[in-house]
């Protein structure tokens, strides 16, 4: 697949949605809560997006599923 970088807007939400998920691995492994999980959904949902774009179905099943997974702990952790 060739990408022109400058105006690929797939390119770019591809690695702004790498960049958000690793800052967000980070704090995750530094035990900044809830900011990780803050950041893990909008890793997912930037990747959802992106998965969509180019159809890639697998992809967006895991991101969707991802999150869902992070809303339930994100809405656990109000609630509790």
């Not at 900044?32 to 998965?51: E, K, R």
């Amino acid at each position: 697949m060739e990408y022109h970088i400058k105006t690929d807007f797939n390119w770019w939400l591809k690695w702004l949605a790498c960049c958000v998920t690793l800052i967000a691995a980070g704090l995750t492994s530094a035990g900044l809560d809830p900011y990780n999980v803050y950041l893990l959904n909008v890793g997912a949902t930037l990747y959802l997006i992106w998965s969509i774009r180019i159809k890639e179905w697998s992809l967006v099943v895991i991101n969707a599923g991802l999150i869902a997974i992070y809303c339930a702990g994100t809405l656990y952790r109000i609630l509790n």
